[in-house]
């Protein structure tokens, strides 16, 4: 592939990484192909196509930008979704091994996991993770031989708690147990978290990444050349693959995500602060605000504070319906990561811990004017009050 410059900052890699090699009359993207078998005219050998369950040239160039992104020495496996890429992951840990996830992880991830226990494949310990004295507890009480996982999610999806997360997976490492770290909601534009301890990283590619909430995918992305090949194997014997045209679909979003990121996070910022000690709201996290409880740490980790705001209506459940209901701007639906604004009160969801508050409403903060999305908002809020 082309522009292959290490030295290339990110936000030139989502342009520049995954083109066709500069050729006389070459065209400036990568082809769509759309073909489930490939010409075979000897047996089979490694890398050969061969089938479209193992392999598309239309994977190849989202594959190579996202592994750059991440500072992977490998290019990333894409899956046909976000918690098909999760259950390769989880297929990592060996039988009878422990698995520590936040309490507050993705819900898709958490269910995973739990029904997977339910099974005996392994012990899985939900933990506050960003209570690192408790996480690291548990640690150390992983048995030696088989270990398992620890799983780091930060920010916590919808809580948006803060983990220490270099500290976490170092501890994690030396206790023999593998590290993978979702990293969705940062995408690798805020967090590298291979260059911090993990050996995976996972991303819903529905969300950020594609960023026009048009497809449904997931991603892996390792240095490890085993890790890799164990994933790969699980995808193709599992099945969990990704129709060529979402996956072009998710290399053309790829290209804005720079600009797309750098204005829904302006937006969330600004947004955030105007709803703090807004009197309709009781409550405000995201880790942009000095008093936020995740603050420093998100300060000193990551390149950003992302898009993603949590509140809590004054007036409870009630008014988080109400307000929901009263929007007229804002989406009401679930997922996160587009270019539209979307509003969700979280514990709707069946999967959602009962530890998230029945009044959380979270933001996933789009681009549009931040005028407008205030004045809908805030007309919204006002509403909630009316008419909890």
């Known amino acids: 592939m082309a522009n292959s410059d290490p030295d290339l900052?990110?936000?030139?890699?989502?342009?520049?990484a995954g083109?066709?090699?500069?050729?006389?009359?070459?065209?400036?993207?990568?082809?769509?192909?759309?073909?489930?078998?490939?010409?075979?005219?000897?047996?089979?050998?490694?890398?050969?196509?061969?089938?479209?369950?193992?392999?598309?040239?239309?994977?190849?160039?989202?594959?190579?930008?996202?592994?750059?992104?991440?500072?992977a020495a490998l290019p990333a496996l894409v899956f046909s979704s976000g918690l098909g890429a999760a259950a390769a992951a989880l297929s990592l840990v060996p039988a009878g091994g422990t698995v520590i996830m936040p309490r507050h992880a993705y819900a898709g991830?958490?269910?995973?996991?739990?029904?997977?226990?339910?099974?005996?494949?392994?012990?899985?310990?939900?933990?506050?993770?960003?209570?690192?004295e408790a996480v690291l507890r548990e640690i150390d009480a992983l048995p030696g031989s088989p270990a398992g996982m620890l799983w780091l999610e930060s920010?916590?999806?919808?809580?948006?708690?803060?983990?220490?997360?270099?500290?976490?997976?170092?501890?994690?490492?030396?206790?023999?147990?593998?590290?993978?770290?979702?990293?969705?909601f940062n995408t690798p534009l805020l967090s590298r978290p291979l260059e911090t301890g993990a050996d995976v990283v996972l991303h819903s590619v529905t969300k950020y990444l594609s960023g026009h909430s048009d497809v449904v995918l997931g991603a892996l992305a390792t240095s490890n050349p085993a890790l890799r090949e164990r994933l790969l194997a699980h995808r193709t014997l599992h099945g969990a693959v990704a129709g060529p045209f979402e996956v072009w679909l998710a290399l053309r979003g790829l290209r804005t995500l720079a600009v797309r990121m750098e204005r829904a996070q302006a937006n969330a910022a600004e947004l955030a602060a105007r709803l703090?000690?807004?009197p309709a709201v009781d409550r405000v996290r995201f880790p942009g605000l000095?008093?936020?409880?995740?603050?420093?740490?998100?300060?000193?980790?990551?390149?950003?504070?992302?898009?993603?705001?949590?509140?809590?209506?004054?007036?409870?459940?009630e008014a988080a319906e109400a307000l929901v209901g009263a929007v007229r701007l804002w989406l009401p639906a679930t997922s996160l990561g587009g270019v539209e604004s979307l509003i969700e009160r979280r514990r709707r969801q069946p999967g959602e811990p009962a530890t998230v508050p029945e009044s959380l409403v979270r933001l996933s903060v789009g681009i549009e004017n931040v005028e407008d999305l205030w004045a809908d908002l805030e007309n919204a809020l006002k509403a909630s009050q009316r008419l909890s």
């Not at 900052?9 to 520049?16: L, R």
């Not at 050998?45 to 479209?52: A, C, N």
């Not at 000095?290 to 459940?317: M, N, T, W, Y």
Request: glycine content about 8%.
């Open 276 to 278: 703090t000690g807004h």
């Open 19 to 71: 083109r066709p090699a500069r050729e006389h009359d070459a065209p400036a993207n990568p082809p769509l192909v759309l073909s489930t078998t490939f010409h075979e005219t000897r047996a089979p050998e490694p890398g050969d196509r061969i089938y479209g369950r193992m392999s598309n040239p239309s994977w190849d160039p989202f594959e190579e930008a996202l592994g750059r992104l991440e500072g």
């Open 9 to 16: 900052a990110p936000d030139t890699v989502v342009v520049s």
């Open 290 to 317: 000095p008093q936020d409880p995740g603050h420093e740490r998100a300060k000193a980790q990551l390149s950003g504070f992302g898009a993603i705001v949590c509140i809590e209506p004054a007036g409870g459940l």
């Open 155 to 184: 920010p916590t999806n919808p809580m948006l708690e803060v983990a220490e997360t270099a500290r976490l997976a170092g501890a994690a490492r030396a206790a023999g147990a593998l590290v993978v770290t979702d990293n969705t």
């Open 109 to 132: 991830s958490v269910s995973l996991a739990t029904a997977e226990a339910a099974a005996g494949r392994f012990t899985l310990r939900t933990v506050d993770i960003a209570d690192t």
